[in-house]
């Protein structure tokens, strides 16, 4: 039985791996061809990200728009997840919902609206509208997992702080902080991922002029495949694996996702 | 612990007595604006050349209506369904076993399955595309296996389609299972073993309609997910497969056709939140031995 259970979890897992474990062979292409198992062994199609000026252009866009849009997801979570837990009033709720809403809708939705939105008062095509898009698309990832910090707080260490005579911003600053800042980084480390991965936001806003790497390899697709587009989808493969690695060395990943406190195991 | 609501309450209402405007501000200019914006669009005139004038007409919803967009969204409702029915399938029994794994196992798959799910649809299109090619592909290996004549490519087609939505869902709905199910008491199962009961007939008998609720809410979940997906039936399918969210985007940059597009997009949001409301009213009814 345990047999059949590991035999059907690792299937699982090939199920998933498959896809980039073809990607990876020929992004190590020697000649321009996407061949499987790989002819020759090469770096350069990576190499290519830095030399060749637009796939360059695209990933410095993603990034810039990734760390400004996360940034701006968490500066607004904060606030909201702080009063929620501070208050828990209806107007609270009303605005944790509503951060938490566009995370619930197919995306195209989202990117139509704000499309219009900004043909309307200028401002599509910008990469501003962008990060502005991706921001506010964005903000449920750290708002659920801050208010999850936030609700781990034990107050009674807010009240000790309180008694001994700490202000209000000194307690916020040397207590509760400290406590959610794990929590903070990792809504940022989601955030940021997700902003990277985004195509049709970033496509319906200003697809245009401001190629993103998910843009660029979609644009590209159409004029034929480049092993490029395999170096690309191993580093972004990568990347989340990283970024998700590192949450859970620093946080308790399956309390995250929703299972039970850690008790002794 | 009734004292220990009441001293947070106390301790808390001292802190914070700031509105946050700021997020206020973003949310109600960058979400809620727009969408107000795309249902006032919905009903305008669309202009040959330009984007579109201010009127009240139902046309783009009457446009709707005809066999075509129709046929469009009969596919793409019974294409998610499938996609969800399967990817729950899997996803249900994968997630049962996690669950039953020590808490370092179920952190590595765990990080695994975010990897997946957090990659872009684009990615996921185009790797998949590679692995179901002819000069890449895996019936390179089906023919090395002695089991082909010769490498043949899977795509575009249907079913490379209804592979790459069942991949890009089964992550979501293993986390959409995993609360419920490793919140499930393994008391239960225990004692079903220890009655004699075989682990298959046990999954099948006590674990299975224990979760019925949440595994209503997953198919519910995971159909509006891969209703949502555009950018897979155009890499992996041809102009048939093409879903209601592809014509969407179709209408709204290449036929530049925005009242249109609203007006798809609005119905769209309306079969979302419908979903959206069944699956909280199965929540709050929460089964009985279900978590505790």
């Known amino acids: 039985m345990k047999l059949l259970r590991n035999l059907f979890v690792t299937m699982i897992f090939v199920f998933m791996a498959a896809p980039f474990v073809v990607v990876a062979g020929v992004s190590f292409n020697e000649r321009k061809r996407l061949i499987f198992p790989p002819e020759g062994f090469s770096l350069s199609w990576y190499g290519a990200l830095w030399t060749e000026a637009d796939w360059f252009n695209a990933m410095q866009n993603s990034l810039v728009i990734a760390l400004l849009s996360s940034l701006l997801a968490v500066s607004l979570a904060l606030p909201i997840a702080l009063y929620l837990w501070q208050r828990g009033n209806v107007l609270a709720k009303a605005l944790f919902s509503l951060g938490l809403a566009p995370f619930m809708l197919p995306p195209v939705i989202t990117a139509l609206g704000l499309l219009i939105f900004w043909v309307t008062i200028g401002g599509s095509g910008q990469l501003y509208a962008t990060v502005i898009s991706h921001g506010v698309f964005l903000v449920t990832l750290p708002l659920v997992t801050i208010s999850l910090g936030l609700q781990t707080i034990n107050v009674q260490f807010l009240e000790a702080a309180r008694v001994m005579g700490a202000t209000e911003r000194t307690v916020f600053r040397t207590v509760s902080l400290p406590l959610v800042f794990p929590y903070i980084v990792s809504g940022f480390a989601f955030a940021f991922v997700l902003s990277l991965n985004e195509y049709i936001i970033a496509y319906m806003v200003a697809g245009f002029t401001v190629e993103t790497l998910p843009i660029k390899i979609l644009n590209s697709l159409r004029y034929g495949y480049t092993p490029t587009m395999g170096a690309v989808a191993v580093l972004f493969a990568l990347t989340s694996v990283l970024v998700f690695s590192l949450i859970a060395r620093f946080g308790d990943l399956p309390r995250l996702l929703g299972a039970p406190a850690r008790d002794a195991e | ?292």
């Open chain 2, 1 to 292: 612990m009734r004292s220990g609501v009441a001293l947070k309450r106390s301790v808390l209402r001292k802190s914070g007595k700031l509105i946050p405007l700021y997020p206020t501000f973003f949310l109600v200019v960058f979400f809620l604006v727009p969408f107000t914006v795309m249902l006032a669009v919905s009903f305008f005139h669309r202009v040959e050349g330009a984007f579109f004038e201010p009127a009240f007409e139902f046309d783009n919803y009457l446009r709707f209506f005809d066999p075509f967009y129709l046929g469009i969204l009969q596919f793409s409702i019974l294409l998610s369904m499938a996609a969800a029915v399967l990817a729950t399938a899997i996803a249900f029994p994968f997630t049962y076993m996690i669950t039953r794994m020590s808490r370092k196992a179920q952190v590595v798959a765990l990080v695994l399955l975010l990897a997946v799910l957090s990659l872009s649809e684009v990615i996921i299109g185009f790797s998949w595309s590679t692995l179901l090619s002819r000069t890449s592909g895996i019936s390179n290996l089906f023919v090395s296996l002695g089991l082909l004549e010769k490498p043949t490519s899977y795509y575009p087609s249907l079913s490379a389609v209804l592979i790459g939505l069942v991949y890009l869902s089964v992550p979501y709905a293993v986390l959409v299972l995993y609360p419920p199910l490793s919140r499930l008491d393994p008391e239960l199962p225990e004692a079903a073993r220890m009655m004699g009961a075989s682990p298959m007939r046990t999954f099948f008998t006590i674990v299975i309609p224990l979760l019925r609720r949440p595994i209503m809410s997953t198919l519910i979940l995971v159909f509006v997910f891969t209703l949502g997906a555009y950018t897979l039936p155009q890499t992996l399918g041809k102009p048939s497969s093409w879903t209601l969210s592809v014509h969407i985007t179709d209408q709204a940059i290449f036929q530049a056709n925005l009242p249109f597009a609203a007006a798809m997009a609005i119905f769209l949001l309306v079969v979302t939140l419908a979903m959206i409301a069944v699956t909280s009213m199965l929540d709050k009814t929460k089964s009985e031995g279900d978590t505790k």
